[in-house]
């Protein structure tokens, strides 16, 4: 079912086109794969993928043969948004105005290495769709600590947990004043898809954020990735949200949330994952104080 | 001129359903065909034909099928190699 | 047309006459009279290109790199720490095989802020992949910047191209240059066929992961297409001086035929050579003079004398001087100079000198430390 504002309602109605090929390097139950999968359901065959060092790029598999079904240009870690940059300007030139230069980035490249390349990407206007994968760690190289690595988690360079809390990557992406800017998650095909073909049918900048739980790098069972996805928006823990010229709205369950719904306790995410076993119960506590700071800010400001 | 230029391949990592340590089963005396299974495979391995289709020679066996179907309809399987 | 203008200047038109459609660059002293004025062409409509205005010089190599791997002819320009963030990405410009034209304009490195000519910028980027040209006037700037997109664009070559000149001796030094007409120019240059794209109906992907046995094979392509470049060069500039009365190849050789020393140099100190050369042949020195213009590829096989002078303007710690060394053992009587370090002036008169200390077979830091 569609909906009068061209919405898909149903997973039965996504597209069945396919461009993440059966036969990749993903590990088993990889979300950054199902994201993937959803995301180019909705921007379809033209699309340029431009995608820095990240599991992604494993994710293709080998020379001379790729997983991925449209084009994409490898490139540094750091350097996707200006890579994009120079895909949108030779486009320009080339006179091909239905083709969307999309960047694919890990958190990593997006939060840390390349927020610079990002940002003077945004600041200039590139007409592009900026897309972090973010599951909260470095997983290519084995599960360091980033950015958007929440605090409390274990990760192979932060032992007894990440002491700082993650920043808010989408927050300061807002900053730009860019036209579209959005949250999503694995866990809501519709949502996900509905926001990708809305940021197609735009110009200018525009950014989309996708929580991708990870199994090895959170440490759960390969089997939930989706489940965890879920308990983090039915937590509170991750926010949908999509920002249309600045004016902010909230999407979904956290749009229920933010109009009274009970957030389910978050300690029935913490415990699903391995990397947040060695917490405390003050930890815990810490961790709660900060997610209702974080809702009290929400409700006050989408008053 | 030699650079890094690869082509589209399915099975490009191989058959990757070797990989699979969990079989999954699809009931479909039980499918309500909502496709969860089938948008929610990291591996694109289930098709929408009649009822899904799982496909064997590239499922990994993650399971994430079985754990997102609303009814149970599917079932993990310790892999007969 | 003859046209007074600085090598920046002339770098911008060179480009803007080559039909450079992408145009991605960050400023630095002295590059950035380059930038000002290609943006100025470019906002004018006088030249028909996208102009990125990047936010460094890492993603304005990368710019270009993603507009070069779309089918597109670019451009940027550089110079000093510039370069050096670049430096990641011109190894990336060099195996992706895009054949990328820029301008270094050659300055010293911090600290110790010193906006003045070295060479150490460009030769430590000399193992990235790139053609390397030094340039000794500005003409020869505009000649070589559009010979650079025919030789680095031949099918044969497909590999980047750098063109370096000196900071302000030439970057900001105005010189006569004979401009040839538009229709000229594109008659020599033909439009850019790329040897491989990004594209929608044929969706490829470049540079995912690769195994050991592919990537020696990729990069010994690029050794071999370095190798082919040598050729390419050579018939490049002799098609160059047919057309436009200039004669170029990878080196130019000055009254050597004869010569018993010869002394071989790059970029601006090489015009000053000439001048030394000529005072030294009035006094009845059999002396010739090289000019490297193209360092990478290396022309080993245009260097066969049997006493060569080398004076660099750049040095490799702990080696000494680094053509010197690159030529070390492949000719039998052999002296090095590093001169000129940081913009110090290295006038004929110093070459003069230094040719007098090598024939006592003195060589080394000219003038701080010569033995
Ligand atoms: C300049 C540079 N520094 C470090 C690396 C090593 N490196 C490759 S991928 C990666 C982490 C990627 O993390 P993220 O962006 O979060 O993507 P993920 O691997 O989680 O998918 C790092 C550190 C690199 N390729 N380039
Ligand atoms: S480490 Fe995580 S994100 Fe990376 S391929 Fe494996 S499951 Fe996917
Ligand atoms: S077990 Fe995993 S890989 Fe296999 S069909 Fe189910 S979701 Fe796909
Ligand atoms: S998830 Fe279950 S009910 Fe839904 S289509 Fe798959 S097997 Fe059928």
Redesign the pocket.
């Known amino acids: 079912m569609v909906s009068d504002r061209g919405e898909i309602m149903a997973i039965k109605d996504l597209p069945e086109e396919e461009y993440v090929l059966k036969g990749h390097a993903a590990c088993p139950g990889c979300p950054?794969t199902i994201a993937l999968r959803i995301t180019l359901k909705a921007l379809g065959k033209k699309t340029i993928l431009v995608i820095?060092?990240?599991?992604?790029?494993v994710i293709q598999s080998l020379y001379p043969k790729t997983s991925f079904g449209v084009p994409t240009l490898n490139i540094?870690?750091?350097a996707s948004a200006a890579a994009a940059s120079g895909v949108a300007s030779a486009l320009k030139i080339l006179g091909e105005k239905d083709i969307t230069p999309v960047v694919w980035?890990?958190?990593?490249?997006?939060y840390?290495?390349g927020i610079q390349a990002l940002s003077g990407a945004l600041e200039r206007g590139t007409d592009f769709i900026y897309i972090c994968?973010n599951?909260q760690?470095?997983?290519?190289?084995g599960i360091?600590r980033?950015g958007?690595t929440p605090y409390g988690a274990w990760t192979t360079t932060t032992w007894t947990g990440k002491k700082e809390r993650q920043k808010e990557l989408a927050e300061i992406v807002m900053a730009h004043h860019i036209p579209y800017v959005a949250t999503a998650t694995i866990a809501y095909p519709e949502d996900l898809y509905n926001k990708m073909k809305k940021a197609k049918e735009m110009k200018g900048p525009r950014y989309i954020e996708i929580l991708t739980p990870?199994p090895p790098?959170w440490r759960f069972d390969m089997s939930k990735t989706v489940e965890i996805a879920r308990l983090a928006v039915e937590t509170g823990s991750w926010v949908l949200y999509e920002a249309i010229n600045g004016k902010v709205e909230f999407t979904g369950q956290s749009k229920r949330i933010l109009e009274g719904k009970e957030r389910k306790p978050i300690e029935d995410w913490l415990k699903m994952q391995g990397r947040f076993r060695h917490l405390k119960q003050e930890d815990i506590e810490k961790i709660k104080r900060e997610l209702d700071e974080k809702w009290e800010y929400y409700r006050k400001v989408m008053k | 001129m030699k650079t890094a230029i690869s082509y589209p391949t399915e099975g490009a990592m191989g058959k990757t359903g070797t990989w699979r340590v969990f079989r999954p089963s699809i009931d479909i005396g039980k499918c309500i065909k909502c496709w969860r299974c089938w948008i929610f495979c990291p591996d694109a391995a289930i098709s929408k034909g009649e009822y899904p289709v799982i496909d064997y020679e590239y499922c990994k066996g993650c399971g994430i099928c079985a754990n997102e179907c609303p009814v149970n309809a599917i079932e993990m399987g310790r892999e007969e190699k | 047309m003859i046209v007074i203008d600085t090598a920046n200047h002339i770098s911008a038109l060179a480009a803007k006459m080559a039909r450079a459609r992408v145009i991605a660059a960050y400023p630095i002293t002295p590059q950035t009279t380059v930038v000002e004025k290609l943006a100025e062409y470019v906002e004018s409509g006088e030249l028909d290109a996208e102009f990125i205005r990047v936010e460094s010089e890492h993603s304005a190599m990368t710019a270009c790199i993603a507009a070069e791997a779309m089918g597109v002819r670019t451009f940027t320009a550089t110079a000093s720490h510039g370069l050096l963030l670049m430096h990641?990405m011109l190894h990336w410009a060099g195996l992706a095989r895009l054949p990328i034209v820029m301008v270094n304009v050659n300055r010293a490195i911090g600290p110790g802020w010193n906006i003045w000519s070295d060479a150490n910028d460009s030769m430590a980027q000399r193992d990235t992949g790139w053609l390397h040209f030094y340039c000794s006037s500005n003409q020869e700037v505009y000649d070589s910047i559009i010979m650079a997109y025919k030789i680095a664009e031949s099918q044969e070559v497909m590999l980047p191209a750098m063109i370096c000149y000196d900071g302000f001796i030439l970057s900001h030094t105005s010189m006569p240059v004979e401009v040839p007409e538009q229709s000229k120019i594109d008659e020599f240059l033909p439009e850019f066929k790329p040897a491989w794209k990004i594209d929608v109906e044929n969706p490829i992907t470049h540079g995912n992961i690769v195994e050991p046995h592919y990537y020696a094979r990729i990069r010994y392509d690029m050794q071999v297409a370095m190798e082919r470049a040598k050729k390419i060069i050579e018939e490049v500039g002799e098609e160059w001086g047919k057309k436009f009365g200039r004669d170029y190849g990878l080196v130019q050789e000055y009254k050597c035929e004869d010569a018993d020393y010869v002394i071989l140099t790059m970029a601006s100190m090489a015009a000053e050579a000439k001048v030394a050369v000529d005072e030294l042949r009035n006094k009845g020195e059999k002396v010739g003079l090289v000019n490297l213009r193209t360092h990478r590829p290396m022309p080993f096989e245009r260097l066969k004398y049997d006493k060569i002078i080398v004076i660099e303007r750049a040095v490799s710690f702990g080696l000494g001087g680094i053509v010197y060394n690159e030529l070390k053992g492949r000719v039998p009587e052999l002296y090095g100079f590093i001169a000129g370090i940081g913009g110090m002036d290295v006038s004929y008169r110093d070459i003069e000198r230094m040719y007098e200390l090598a024939k006592e077979g003195k060589d080394g830091w000219y003038p701080i430390e010569v033995k």
């Open positions: 950054a820095p060092a990240c599991c992604s790029a540094a870690f750091e980035a890990g958190d990593g490249g997006s840390d290495i994968y599951n760690m470095y997983s290519n190289t360091q980033s958007a990870c790098g | 990641e």
